[in-house]
């Protein structure tokens, strides 16, 4: 059987809450897909926003007719594109990626799978991982991604609690993992691997049934069926499987295409296009993915994060927007700025990265309506500098970038100010696997830099009278995966999913986050502080790579600092330091000196009891493969304070 939901059974959406006042009417703003904000407020603080949705939801259909719509559409269109091995990119048409969908998903079919069964893909970013996307929408299954960073252990879990039936890994490597496992894995009755050509496989077999057979499977998918089982990183606890729904995406893609107009719909001769580099086992890069197909524009995969594969991938294929992380963004700059100092021009760049920052304030002001835009001597100095600067970095980026659309963690507003003066402009955004990604987003021409922008169209912000931030709307999922309870258990009853993270909104219903709810220390002396904004600042220096500030039930506030390979090499060629073991280079002077530095000028941030009082550098990094970072560059407290919990117990033995 299909696996559904009865539209009379889902959570309705949450009823207004009549203690919050509706603030004044607004008129849509900035062209027809801007709609600002309708907010409430409860005593005089604003509590809730939202935003209509642009587009209808959807009443039938399903993601595995997106290829074939758009076949019957623009056959000829490239949708995708495919990278070969002397590092070229040969175009897909709509036309051709519906004929490998279809034949994958009669493979898929002939080998046993039924409507309903879960199938897990363990693999890189690929053009076969969205292949295999949609070819097993196409054969009625639902997909379980599985981060191919992962443990055996942790693969074991998700393939059991999820009765996944089949699995796709990428290298002979990973099935060989699973060999010992899959004696407590009865359900799983398909291992194959992308590496030993078991896709093509797939096709070959698929083409001796008739195609009717993939008409009969899509024909029963509706917008309530089950589309995916996402596990969560797991930052505290076990992974839960997220249950996202075809309308699900629909609803969080349909409106961020129309929103996000200048991102996927050509306003000049270059067609958009994004060449994808995060891990499709996250949310937050498959529901790009999605987009892409769903808005045609051409999508592209790169599998290696290695600066040297990565770079080339974007020399070749040449985006006009990308999909990027805060670290990611910030470490481009820091390589950018130490790149300068080596050729003796850092003077050069730091006055570029000072106009840009102006630049881009002053067109936010301008935009916002408290300003009048970039004056004559600013956009005098900002032309000066673009050959200087601001075109070698979009240069390193593929040359045509204009976007980037940024989520994960907050970014700082000087960041965004500096990509918005050199001519990359920064969606930034905010959501979980829970909301199928985006749940607020920068508008076009309405940026608000340090802020995570207003709802996503058809989605609505609360903040909770603790602070914390609740979500409802159309992507917002319908509950977490459990097979002893039956399937799916809703997870907020009310409609209002809590997220966990800590927020408020302004005046326009712009969201900034503060914290984690879990994760707000609580010093001895009964002072609240939420670590996220000092860690965040101290991670865009060009010498750290991650910080990790600590003092729950303890006297003062510490932190635990690991250095940036890269920062440190060029720290090192500077000053003509000579390489030293890890566990001393800590004991540097002058390192000591530049790092106390940084954290006094993060403490300037915060109240005298919020400040780091002692730190420590860690003589190794925070990395995923210890076990110290989700796959998605977020800190696992509770590991770390583990792992390091004598450097913590020092920094508060007197």
């Not at 970095?393 to 989520?407: D, E, T």
Request: charged content about 20%; some cysteine.
């Amino acid at each position: 059987m299909t696996t559904s939901y009865s539209s009379s059974a889902a959570t309705p959406p949450p009823d207004p809450d009549p203690a919050l006042d509706y603030g004044p009417d607004y008129d849509p703003d900035g062209g027809p897909v801007l709609v600002v904000p309708e907010v409430r407020r409860l005593d005089g603080e604003v509590r809730e926003a939202a935003v209509p949705p642009l587009v209808a939801p959807v009443s039938y259909g399903s993601l595995a007719d997106l290829p074939f719509d758009n076949a019957a559409t623009a056959p000829a269109h490239p949708v995708l594109s495919r990278r070969a091995a002397d590092g070229t990119w040969a175009d897909v048409t709509a036309a051709e990626f519906a004929t490998q969908v279809r034949d994958v998903a009669k493979g898929l079919i002939s080998e046993g799978l039924m409507p309903g069964d879960r199938i897990a893909f363990m693999a890189r970013t690929s053009y076969e991982w969205t292949l295999l996307d949609f070819a097993a929408w196409a054969a009625g299954l639902v997909t379980v991604p599985v981060y191919p960073t992962s443990s055996v252990y942790q693969v074991r879990w998700i393939l059991q609690d999820s009765g996944a039936v089949a699995m796709l890994t990428e290298t002979p490597g990973q099935a060989a993992a699973m060999g010992p496992e899959l004696g407590h894995l009865p359900e799983l009755r398909h291992l194959w691997t992308i590496d030993k050509g078991h896709v093509d496989l797939l096709a070959e077999l698929g083409r001796a049934l008739p195609d009717s057979e993939v008409g009969v499977r899509r024909g029963v998918l509706g917008p309530d069926t089950l589309a995916t089982i996402v596990y969560t990183s797991g930052t505290t606890g076990r992974p839960k499987g997220c249950v996202l729904t075809h309308g699900n995406f629909l609803a969080e893609v349909d409106n961020a295409i129309e929103l996000l107009y200048p991102v996927f719909k050509a306003r000049t001769d270059e067609e958009p296009s994004t060449l994808l580099f995060l891990p499709l086992s996250h949310v937050f890069g498959r529901m790009v993915a999605i987009a892409c197909v769903r808005a045609r524009v051409r999508l592209g995969h790169a599998p290696s994060l290695k600066a040297e594969d990565l770079l080339a991938d974007l020399a070749a294929f040449r985006p006009t927007f990308l999909l990027a992380i805060p670290y990611m963004v910030e470490k481009v700059y820091n390589s950018a700025r130490a790149r300068a100092e080596r050729g003796g021009k850092s003077g050069t760049f730091d006055r570029a990265a000072r106009v840009a920052r102006r630049y881009g304030e002053a067109v936010e002001a301008g935009r916002g309506g408290t300003g009048n835009g970039p004056g004559r001597g600013l956009r005098t100095a900002r032309a000066l500098y673009d050959p200087l600067v601001y075109r070698k970095i979009r240069n390193a980026l593929g040359g045509r970038v204009r976007q980037l659309i940024c989520g994960g963690s907050p970014l700082s507003r000087d960041i965004a100010a500096f990509y918005a003066g050199a001519g990359m402009e920064i969606y930034e955004g905010y959501g979980l696997t829970e909301s199928t990604g985006a749940a607020t987003v920068t508008p076009p021409l309405k940026p608000r830099l340090g802020t995570v922008g207003w709802p996503l169209p058809g989605t609505r912000v609360r903040i909770a009278a603790d602070g914390e931030i609740l979500l409802a709307g159309g992507p917002v999922f319908r509950g977490y995966w459990d097979p002893a309870a039956g399937g799916v258990v809703p997870a907020s009853p009310d409609g209002w999913f809590p997220t966990g993270d800590l927020g408020r909104l302004d005046d326009e219903g712009y969201l900034t986050i503060t914290g984690r709810k879990k994760e707000i220390l609580i010093t001895a002396g009964g002072k609240n502080m939420a670590p996220a904004p000092l860690e965040h600042f101290l991670r865009t220096h060009p010498l750290i790579s991650q910080a990790l500030v600590l003092g729950d039930r303890r006297p003062y506030i510490t932190a635990l600092l690991t250095l940036d390979p890269e920062g440190i090499t060029h720290w090192r060629q500077m000053t003509g330091k000579h390489p030293v073991p890890p566990e001393l280079l800590a004991e540097d002077p002058e390192l000591a000196a530049i790092l106390q530095r940084a954290v006094d000028e993060a403490n300037r941030q915060v109240s005298r009891p919020e400040s780091i009082r002692r730190f420590t550098v860690l003589p190794v990094g925070f990395t995923e493969e210890r076990g110290h970072l989700t796959p998605t560059m977020k800190p696992r407290r509770e590991q770390i304070l583990r792992d390091f919990s004598a450097e913590v117990e020092a920094m508060y033995d007197h």
